[in-house]
């Protein structure tokens, strides 16, 4: 499984982004976002069931965060609004199989004050 992921950048805080990552490879059963601060170690934003559309949030985000998925094209979306600024980070997409995880590169957020 190989992810593809964009869509980060600048933006002042209120304002949004949507992020996208496009997985190659099948069977696979959930996928996510997890991110990472300078300085802090990476958490878990927003995860996604492929099959099922079930999704997770961190607390941090719930009511300003929407992860989706289009299964035809094996990919998700995170749709970040309401931004501040302590969701800096690099965003970090990965895919879940049932042998393992995969990762994508990260795509740096920067919101600005």
């Known amino acids: 499984v190989q992810l593809q992921a964009s869509g980060g950048g600048l933006v002042q805080a209120g304002g949004f982004l949507r992020l996208s990552c496009a997985a190659s490879?099948?069977?696979?059963?959930?996928m996510g976002w997890y991110r990472q601060a300078p300085g802090k170690q990476r958490e878990l934003v927003a995860v996604?069931?492929?099959?099922?559309?079930?999704?997770n949030y961190a607390d941090s985000v719930k009511g300003r965060f929407t992860i989706s998925r289009d299964n035809a094209k094996n990919t998700v979306y995170l749709q970040m609004n309401s931004l501040k600024t302590e969701d800096t980070g690099v965003y970090y997409c990965?895919?879940?199989?049932?042998?393992?995880?995969?990762w994508g590169q990260g795509t740096l957020v920067t919101v600005s004050s």
């Open positions: 490879g099948n069977s696979i059963n959930a």
């Open positions: 990965t895919a879940l199989t049932a042998v393992r995880d995969y």
């Open positions: 996604i069931i492929m099959f099922s559309g079930t999704t």
